[in-house]
């Protein structure tokens, strides 16, 4: 239900994930149930928050840079 910022005893952040109990009653194939089973869950995830419906749209913006940024 959160995700809560602590500090430990030497005082080095670490994050605490909160939130209520997973029923796993009636729920076949999913992680909890094979855990409570007395299997190792591994579910391969891939964070990626590009929206890529909206790069497309973006992409035919036709966008014009009179000012280019200059690097360096």
Do not use: C, F
């Amino acid at each position: 239900d959160g995700v809560h910022k602590r500090e430990d005893p030497s005082g080095e952040t670490y994050y605490w994930r909160a939130g209520t109990a997973v029923d796993i009653e009636g729920q076949e194939g999913t992680d909890a149930q094979a855990v409570s089973a007395g299997y190792v869950s591994l579910t391969p995830i891939h964070l990626d928050m590009t929206h890529y419906p909206s790069l497309s749209r973006l992409e035919s913006w036709n966008i014009r840079l009179d000012n280019p940024v200059e690097e360096g």
